[in-house]
């Protein structure tokens, strides 16, 4: 596998990262880590474009600030197929558990993700113990296809997302034709699909530093409060009242 932290990037000089937009996106000094990124793709052949599209992307958020770790799905075994004390499955949860952002990308195969990066997300439930190991953490999705552009990867990995309580990004990249969208070296060309690429990572990034350290509030909901015997409203007199007033203060007067 090349080298993720190299430097040299097909269509950008240094320019580009010395710029006052990217010098945004790096973490502040007060932060005791850089945004940890996880990256999932969806192939296990040798020339596996979901693999090199996911390596140039992890080359971009290494050079806007971010710390980045690439899962190999191989060895991978299907869902429920062995206990979850497998090592693949652990490693795969314990990088998901480090990680604040993630990036998937899968090959479209017959309309759809394929089944190797299903099982990455089917090894990840939503609940371990008290952990919920995906909520609340970023999103980019991105997908490569054979033919011409499609959409249907992108869009299952988006339910995918939302299913496993993710901040998915608005943008997303389809590269087409992916065979022809890399080098020999299986470094991406440049392209109007390469500079899509950028863009997702740049919102990417944003969105991760916008919500680190606010993944509590975020993720706080309701119903889990109520449970555990958090004070709440608990009537739709209360409710009535704080649409009108902001506050439940007056709602047994």
């Not at 000094?29 to 996880?38: K, M």
């Not at 950028?198 to 919500?211: G, H, R, Y």
């Amino acid at each position: 596998m090349p080298d993720v932290n190299e430097s040299t990037l097909p269509a950008l000089d240094e320019a580009y990262f010395d710029s006052p937009n990217i010098a945004k996106l790096r973490p502040s000094t007060d932060l005791a880590h850089p945004p940890r990124i996880l990256l999932l793709y969806g192939s296990l052949r040798e020339r596996s474009y979901s693999r090199l599209l996911v390596e140039e992307a992890a080359r971009l958020l290494t050079r806007m600030g971010a710390d980045t770790r690439i899962f190999d799905p191989a060895g991978l075994p299907q869902p429920d197929a062995c206990p979850a004390d497998h090592p693949k499955v652990q490693e795969l949860r314990a990088l998901s558990t480090w990680s604040e952002g993630q990036v998937w990308c899968s090959p479209e195969r017959h309309g759809t993700i394929t089944s190797i990066f299903k099982s990455q997300i089917d090894w990840i439930p939503l609940e371990i113990g008290s952990v919920r190991p995906t909520q609340g953490k970023t999103l980019a999705v991105m997908q490569v296809s054979g033919g011409s552009q499609s959409f249907n990867a992108v869009n299952t990995l988006r339910v995918l997302g939302r299913w496993m309580r993710m901040v998915t990004i608005p943008n997303q990249s389809s590269v087409a034709k992916a065979f022809q969208e890399f080098d020999e070296a299986g470094r991406m060309k440049p392209s109007s699909y390469y500079d899509r690429v950028v863009d997702v990572m740049e919102e990417l990034m944003k969105f991760t530093l916008l919500l680190r350290g606010r993944t509590d509030y975020f993720t706080s909901r309701y119903s889990e409060r109520r449970a555990a015997g958090e004070k709440t409203i608990d009537s739709s007199k209360d409710l009535a009242v704080i649409a009108t007033n902001g506050t439940a203060d007056d709602a047994d007067d």
